[in-house]
């Protein structure tokens, strides 16, 4: 039977990617889409069929690793594309994770709580289903921290080289990881002292020793400035490298992060912090130190993933490193909601925590009932917090989750897209992609659009009748209209710089205006 049990693990796997699957092809056909999906749907869309030089979509896309995953599962359907991704996604980390478990423990118990957060718990099918890239962030945090905390038991160096390598893969997954690095910094000073031979088992005691001793100060200080090296020279030299290829293909060295052309964070970040705040009866329960609590009583399991390892200093810094890094970020970043994502990687970390040590406890009944308790309650916080979330796709999905019914979010802009699709093919489209991506991705035939990366779009906006046959505008009606040049601003502009310019408005939603150009 043991010996059987990685069959019956890819068997499992495979059962839960199609559990997935239908989930999210299910809310994907009821209307659910989202804003990062849309946007990779539509610069996949121009990697396919565009026309021009796309070197800079291909390169410069970001997040980098999520918008690769997504083109990979493009070839067939696009629109199901990251739905895709997402759900074979969260399934290999189940199954990453779950081959940990069962290679240390043989209790079926363990595998079956994670089994259970991964078929019910809330947060765990919007990741999966959402077509969201939060799978790709909780993998190699995952790996991260299991090889960070593995070095601790093994001292040796092989485990923070792979972290390491996780570690730059994370960055390129959400580059908000990169200050991750900071709160890693102390806790390199642990690890060097902990890597040293010394028969004190207590830290202060090993420092002290260490620093009294010029022979071991000295090897103190080499281990400390290598293991720097290995952790951190990865990551912060990859982003510079990256940061040179936006300054010589972009001319700006933050391209990738403050570009609505580069990344969907931009703008989206921007209006549903905008939206939220709107409102009289706006208040936030994400202000630090409340980001603390609100993380114990969305994941308590994180209680006890700590209690585990109490007796083990380095792994209890380590543990509590996260918490630092989400009150860094709500306090850097405070015109920008902490995203669900954020709160998972809690509960991802005490599942490690679990695996690690769970099976090793003395009273396992004990810890069998509370861990038990835990999860059903933890099932019940995943989805209030995405109910009660202030960014409005989370609470879609979870809407659309346990009331299905078709949604209409994005029915202007696949309205504006269908009848794009009956023009005719000779004539071309001067669209700004910056936000109207959700309407590229559901047009057919994205060769015939002039868009901001061609060269040619430039001169399209200054004298669109030498270029273009359509124009499409966003209303004022339109919450991002602001952010576009192509808004109810151009027309009045660009028909005073050119008295011969016709347009003739053609067709009209909510959001947005075509033009016919004669």
């Known amino acids: 039977m043991r010996n059987k049990r990685p069959l019956y693990l890819l068997i499992l796997t495979a059962l839960l990617a199609a559990y997935y699957l239908f989930l999210g092809i299910y809310l994907n056909k009821l209307g659910y889409y989202n804003q990062e999906s849309l946007f990779y749907i539509e610069k996949t869309k121009i990697l396919f069929e565009g026309l021009g030089n796309r070197l800079k979509i291909m390169g410069l896309t970001s997040p980098m690793l999520p918008f690769y995953g997504t083109f990979i599962f493009s070839f067939k359907n696009s629109l199901l594309a990251p739905v895709f991704a997402s759900a074979i996604g969260t399934a290999v980390l189940f199954y990453v994770m779950a081959s940990t478990l069962t290679k240390r423990s043989h209790d079926d118990f363990y595998l079956l709580l994670i089994l259970v957060v991964f078929v019910l718990h809330p947060g765990m099918l919007y990741t999966a289903c959402s077509g969201k890239s939060i799978y790709m962030v909780l993998i190699f945090f995952y790996l991260f921290f299991f090889h960070i905390i593995r070095y601790y038991k093994s001292n040796t160096t092989f485990h923070v080289s792979i972290a390491s390598i996780c570690l730059v893969i994370l960055v390129f997954c959400d580059y908000k990881f990169i200050w991750l690095t900071l709160f890693f910094i102390p806790l390199v000073l642990f690890i060097a002292i902990q890597s040293l031979n010394l028969g004190e088992k207590e830290t202060i005691f090993r420092l002290f020793k260490s620093f009294n001793s010029p022979a071991l100060r000295r090897k103190l200080i080499n281990k400390t400035f290598a293991i720097y090296i290995i952790i951190f020279i990865l990551p912060l030299s990859s982003v510079m490298i990256f940061k040179m290829l936006n300054l010589t293909h972009a001319n700006d060295l933050d391209y990738f992060i403050e570009s609505p052309y580069a990344t969907w964070t931009v703008l989206a970040d921007r209006m549903s912090f905008e939206q ?243």
């Open 276 to 518: 939220a705040t709107s409102f009289s009866h706006y208040q936030s329960y994400q202000i630090s130190p409340l980001v603390t609590a609100s993380i114990a009583l969305f994941c308590p399991m994180i209680v006890v993933a700590i209690y585990l390892f109490r007796h083990n200093t380095y792994e209890t810094l380590t543990i509590m490193a996260p918490f630092a890094f989400v009150e860094f970020l709500q306090i850097k970043y405070d015109k920008i909601f902490l995203s669900y994502e954020y709160f998972l990687i809690f509960l991802i970390l005490s599942l490690l925590c679990l695996i690690l040590r769970g099976h090793s406890h003395d009273k396992q009944m004990h810890m069998k009932t509370i861990l038990s308790i835990v999860v059903l309650f933890q099932l019940y916080t995943g989805y209030t917090f995405l109910k009660h979330s202030f960014i409005a796709e989370e609470r879609d999905f979870v809407n659309v989750l346990f009331n299905p019914a078709p949604v209409d979010k994005q029915a202007g802009n696949r309205e504006m897209a269908d009848y794009i699709n009956t023009l005719p093919n000779n004539g071309r489209i001067l669209i700004d992609d910056a936000i109207a991506y959700p309407v590229i991705s559901f047009t057919n035939h994205v060769q015939r659009l002039t868009l901001p990366y061609q060269e040619t779009y430039l001169s399209a906006s200054e004298a669109p009748e030498h270029y273009v046959s359509y124009i499409l505008i966003a209303t004022d009606t339109n919450p991002m209209t602001t952010y576009t040049q192509l808004n109810y601003r151009y027309i009045p502009a660009i028909k005073h710089s050119d008295n011969n310019l016709n347009l003739q408005k053609i067709y009209e939603t909510d959001d947005w205006i075509l033009y016919k150009v004669f």
